[in-house]
């Protein structure tokens, strides 16, 4: 890590714009459903690319881009075209028409690899490492080619989803409501699929395909996981690119030393970057994550069951009255159908919200406080019981266990509705009063 | 590239003298075999990308089997090692799909591509540090990714075959349970087959066959070996088992001419030419497909098209003949047959002349009319009986449709048009029962309509 | 009070085809259909009505494990459905499946045999005659080696009850029959369900057409969202359950759902 050079920096800030150009149309494939077109086209793209080098003898961009936008067209067209005609799934169509194009792609390649430079490996790893060699004037200073297209792409991403912003999220959302109001959402889909192509072969020569794939994907998904509105979903997107392609190259050269090797692969270890990231979001995302999901439901889970046992005390005082026999905590908690753990960790949490308080012999008893709301959980199973049994039709004897569910899920609203249906209504259908 | 015809090499691989090439060639026809029966359920599941990740997901496993095995010192080239990487880390792909799908809130296809992406990314990673590694060579391991049966030793295809016939045994053998569950899950969910199972067996399958056919066609195209011959095998068949077959065929046949091409040019990527192989076949299976074929299809409309104007040139005969009377239509002498004025016909429909003449011309060819009265038209007997039952047939559609489609009998002669001409003989009888009054078989319901704008709508007989 | 007339709501007989005991159904984890119970006795056509969303098909996936129950439990001649899936057929709706499948009519009917004929075996003569003469029963004999893509909406329908027929069950449940069919068909549906009964079948059809409920059904159950009625005919379907059924939705009811979707597991 200690020799860092002018070369690093600009293979990191080249990924970086080539990951952000990548994340920002991957986005749209993503929340249409269409994360795998990017795999397609990004294949399929090779053979327009390949003409276009068979007919200018060099790598000058504008043909490259040419045909690669054509290439990558044809691929959403024909998809289309023979999904309709041969009557077969999307998925089918796609495979069928982007295997054919790459194919056609490798002939053309190695018939071309006799007169141009171009090596198959390099179409799927690229060769970042190398691009800062291969510069290019930009007024004042020597900018590195690659990082000079890519940067010429995400303006052109995001310029172009700048200005479509509202007619790519209604065609994406619902293309039937963007047809009605007049949007064309053929045209924006074909507009996507020219960006996506454009950001593919721009990409191509530095970081190959596959970290084109990865950076339409993988940005976009974890966007999703990260923010709940299309704005924030982007923004995530752009940072996870950014990320995967710092933390890529500092994986590439950082790692294999520790093995023993000099360096790998730095667009690769950009897609692992972006996995990882992936796995990270995955488990500690603030809502749609597994361990803020879990830890959720288990605060919810706790709050049912110290609901159960201000419930189950308040009916025990109810039943003997007030100078009536003393409850015993383990008794108490074995009837919840608390586990040893749990019930230490229910009880801490009830004493510590003072709503249980504890004498000699493990004798538990309500406090005000608790008992103040014990009363509201009584009343809200009561009033589901009225309303289960009047409203809903249940028979008396069968509304006990729904109303025991849903007394720990009553919302104010809801318990305001509750109380004006059950208007006049004292006791429950088993006579029980309501408090 | 043809600057030089291996005639040698094609005398060697079509005598089948060399025993390397003839095993590899087995190879080659099993695995299309299997490719295109395992392939065709995989469509009909609805599942076909799910081969794309396997198949990416299979490299970091192939490359870490290379790596460990070369650095206890073993042969890294040794197939069974790789596949049985490719194996596990295809199989971890499968695996953490189905984690993100059923523990975040992401779409299917998004998993495919996160875990598509990510551990081919994993294994180019680890190609690199193959590459730079001190001992052993990895040059092989590029076959795997674009595909090279040539490097194929006897003893590795004598493995793929193995293989692929043991898949195509596990597939004949569940036929019955595929067929099922590709086509009815929740049918045979009630009915208590284990729908989950029979699923991990399919997608186990293709994780098979996806992974031993990666070094003959490349893990970016293994996909096409899948789907495409499944997908034209379906342009030439209704029938499963018969799509199975065509689409091993198929597939068989792709492989083949793959691993040929592959011999004879060792610099062609033998995985593109199975692929071009594969998308040659199903472009001619989209174009003459005797199914859903599109020249077939197009053929077959062209055919309703005709029938559908001679059919309507002979009523308009009919009902000019019956609107005129007896003295309407030219008394022939002697004969008692029919003849109308072909400008009359052209009126009713606004035909041209040369159009008019046309249907007429292949009318009298079947032996419904005579022209030998031009411009007068001769209906003969056989043209009468035959112009009957389509009067017939139209209006008893056209009774159906006012009396139970509500249809505005001004509208309904057109309505019918467009549906009378595929009725059928099941269809007419269900139509006269739910006509009111019970029609004999051959009796005329009058036409619901004015012929011309002059009469009366209505019935003008009435049914008996 | 309860709207539950006719059957005793707690003697859950061995004998009853069917016998749901205080299930709760939960899509998604959100219950859609809330406490059900009741008994089917044998030899009833049984017609489950209610509007859109109130959990007709539902009822039917539930009982044929589909869908999983958030409670309760189902007894089918007094065992429950996985020991007991041979004697029940069921008549999915006709959108559920792809049409394009390249099988035959005969295939499609073959598979009701399926579950007789076991793993891995192939599909017997005589079990073909069987399915054969399941679509003789229907009037689709003459289609037999069709594709199923070039039958008309009401002969798939046909196929898809000869289907059932092919299992020779003894509880049957179909699944909105009689949408979108012709005349022709719905005649052959209905002397279909008769003769099931006289042969002391049980069969209950999810139903749309209330004009034809009195006619066709000597039970019905009325759903929404709850069970509102369950009985003959003649005694349950009134104007007042049908006002009960049809009247709205239980919009607290809604919220309840929606708040158990969102509650821990």
């Known amino acids: 890590m200690s020799d860092w050079s002018m070369i690093d920096t600009w293979i990191v800030l080249t990924g970086m714009v080539i990951a952000m150009s990548c994340a920002l149309v991957g986005n749209f494939l993503v929340i249409r459903r269409m994360s795998l077109m990017g795999d397609a086209i990004s294949h399929a793209v090779l053979p327009g690319l390949a003409v276009a080098f068979l007919l200018s003898g060099d790598r000058h961009p504008l043909p490259m881009f040419a045909g690669a936008v054509a290439a990558g067209l044809l691929t959403a067209f024909l998809t289309e075209w023979i999904r309709t005609n041969g009557r077969m799934e999307a998925d089918a169509a796609m495979g069928v028409i982007f295997t054919t194009l790459f194919a056609i792609g490798l002939l053309l ?49 995001v310029v172009v989803i700048g200005l479509f912003y509202k007619e790519l999220v209604l065609s994406s959302f619902d293309p039937e409501a963007a047809a009605a109001l007049g949007f064309k959402p053929r045209r924006i889909y074909y507009l996507l699929m020219a960006l996506v192509a454009v950001t593919a072969v721009a990409s191509f020569e530095s970081v190959g395909s596959i970290l084109v794939i990865a950076m339409l994907i993988v940005p976009g998904v974890c966007g999703t996981l990260l923010a709940r509105r299309l704005p924030g979903v982007l923004a995530a997107s752009a940072v996870v ?43 500690v995302a603030p809502e749609n994550g597994v361990l803020a999901r879990w830890a959720h439901q288990r605060s919810l889970r706790d709050r049912i069951r110290c609901e159960d046992v201000l419930g189950a005390l308040y009916r025990w005082h109810e039943e003997h009255g007030e100078k009536g026999p003393v409850v015993r905590w383990p008794e108490l908690a074995a009837r919840i159908g608390l586990g040893p753990t749990q019930a230490r960790r229910i009880r801490r949490l009830l004493r510590r919200n003072g709503l249980i308080g504890y004498v000699a012999d493990d004798a538990v008893h309500l406090t005000g406080e608790g008992k103040r709301q014990a009363a509201i959980v009584i009343r809200d199973h009561r009033l589901w019981e009225v309303y289960l049994h009047h409203q809903v039709q249940l028979p008396a004897d069968h509304v006990h266990a729904t109303s025991e569910a849903l007394e720990h899920l009553t919302s104010d609203g809801m318990r305001r509705r509750l109380e004006r249906d059950a208007t006049g209504a004292s006791v429950d259908p088993h006579g029980k009063v309501i408090p | 590239m043809m600057v030089e015809f291996p005639w040698d090499d094609l005398r060697r691989l079509t005598g089948l003298a060399d025993y390397n090439t003839r095993v590899v060639l087995l190879g080659s026809l099993l695995l299309g075999l299997v490719s295109g029966a395992v392939g065709s359920f995989m469509v009909l599941r609805k599942r076909a990308m799910i081969s794309d990740v396997v198949s990416h997901a299979a490299l970091p496993g192939i490359v870490a089997a290379f790596m460990v095995l070369t650095v206890l010192g073993g042969d890294g080239k040794s197939w069974l090692a790789l596949l049985t990487g490719a194996l596990i880390s295809g199989l ?42 001190k001992s052993g060579s990895s040059a092989g391991l590029e076959s795997f990714i674009y595909g090279k049966t040539a490097s194929m030793l006897a003893s590795d295809a004598w493995l793929l075959a193995g293989s692929a016939l ?14 099922l569950v590709c086509f009815d899950a929740e049918f045979a969910r009630a009915q208590g087959w284990p729908v989950r199972r029979v699923d991990a067996l399919l997608t186990g399958l293709v994780v098979v066959v996806t992974v031993i056919g990666l070094q003959a066609v490349g893990l970016i195209l293994m996909i096409a070996l899948l789907i495409t011959p499944a997908v034209t095998a379906r342009f030439w068949t209704d029938r499963l088992g018969s799509m199975v077959i065509i689409a091993s065929g198929l597939g068989a046949l792709a492989c083949v001419t793959g691993a040929a091409l592959s011999a004879l040019y060792p610099r062609v990527p033998a995985g593109s030419v199975i692929v071009l192989s594969c998308s040659t076949l199903f472009l001619i299976g989209l174009l003459f497909g005797r199914r ?46 029919v003849l109308v004025s072909a400008g009359d016909l052209a009126a009713v429909r606004r035909w041209s002349e040369a159009r008019l003449q046309r249907v007429l011309r292949e009318a009298a060819a079947d032996g419904d009319v005579e022209l030998d009265a031009w411009p007068l038209v001769r209906l003969t007997s056989r043209g009468m009986s035959h112009a009957r039952q389509l009067v017939r047939n ?18 309904v002669d057109r309505d019918a048009d467009e549906i009378e001409h595929v009725l059928g003989a099941a269809m007419v009888r269900e139509l006269e029962a739910t006509l009111p009054g019970r029609l004999s078989g051959a009796e005329l319901p009058s036409s619901p309509h004015p012929l011309t704008d002059t009469e009366e709508a209505g019935w003008r007989k009435g049914p008996a | 009070m309860t709207g539950m007339p006719a059957v005793s709501r707690h003697e859950h007989s061995p004998a009853h085809p069917l016998a749901i005991h205080d299930m709760t159904v939960a899509y998604h984890r959100k219950p859609v259909l809330w406490d059900v119970d009741f008994d089917i006795p044998e030899g009833n056509l049984v017609g489950i009505i209610g509007p859109n969303g109130a959990g007709k098909s539902t009822l039917i996936k539930a009982v044929l494990d589909l869908m999983p129950k958030a409670s309760g439990e189902v007894m089918i001649y007094g065992r429950p459905y996985r020991e007991q899936s041979q004697r029940v057929a069921y008549v999915p709706q006709r959108e559920s499946v792809d049409w394009d499948f390249p099988v035959s009519a005969l295939d499609v009917v073959t598979m009701g045999r399926y579950g007789r004929i ?148």
């Open chain 2, 92 to 133: 971890l792909g499968m695996a953490a799909v189905h984690a993100i799908t059923t523990h975040a809130r992401v779409k299917q296809d998004a998993a495919l591509g996160v875990v598509l992406s990510v551990f081919f990314g994993a294994g180019v990673v680890l190609l690199g540090f193959t590459q730079r590694m």
């Open chain 1, 109 to 157: 390649i190695v018939r071309a690899a006799d007169s141009v430079d171009l090596d198959p490996g390099c179409v799927l790893y690229g060769a970042i490492e190398l691009s800062p060699l291969d510069t290019v004037p930009v007024g004042p200073w020597e900018w590195p080619r690659a990082f000079a297209i890519g940067l010429v792409v995400l303006a052109i991403n």
């Open chain 2, 394 to 411: 139209h209006r008893l559609w056209e009774w159906y449709l006012i009396q139970h489609a509500e249809v505005d009998p001004h509208h």
């Open chain 2, 166 to 179: 043991a898949a195509t045994v596990i597939c004949l053998a569940f036929f019955k349970e595929f067929r």
């Open chain 3, 118 to 265: 076991g793993w891995c075996r192939p599909v017997s003569r005589l079990h073909r005659e069987a399915a054969r003469s399941a679509l003789d029963q229907v009037g689709m004999a003459d289609y037999a080696e069709r594709q199923i893509r070039q039958l008309s909406g009401g002969q798939q329908q046909r196929v898809f009850l000869a289907r059932a027929l092919a299992q020779e069950a003894d509880l049957y449940f179909m699944d909105e029959p009689f949408a979108g069919v012709d005349a022709a068909t719905e005649k052959v549906i209905v002397a279909l369900l008769r003769r099931l009964r006289e042969d002391g079948k049980t069969v209950l059809v999810v139903h749309h057409d209330l004009q034809t409920v009195a006619d066709y059904f000597d039970w019905v159950i009325m759903l929404n969202m709850r069970v509102v009625a369950v009985g003959p005919t003649g005694s349950v379907f009134t104007r007042d359950n049908l006002h009960k059924t049809y009247g709205g939705r239980l919009t607290l009811l809604d919220e309840a759902a929606e708040a158990v979707a969102r509650s821990p597991q």
């Open chain 1, 241 to 283: 690119a950014m990320l995967s392609a710092i933390g890529g190259h500092v994986m590439a050269i950082g790692i294999p030393p520790i093995f023993g090797f000099v360096d790998t692969s730095t667009s690769g270890s950009m897609a692992v970057a972006a996995g990882i990231l992936f796995v990270g979001v995955f488990l």
């Open chain 2, 292 to 337: 859903r074929g599109l020249v077939p299809e197009a053929w077959r409309r062209i055919r309703l098209a005709a029938r559908t104007e001679r059919h309507h040139v002979l009523r308009a005969v009919y009902e000019q003949w019956e609107q005129r009377g007896v003295q309407g239509f030219h008394a022939h002498a002697g004969t008692g047959s």
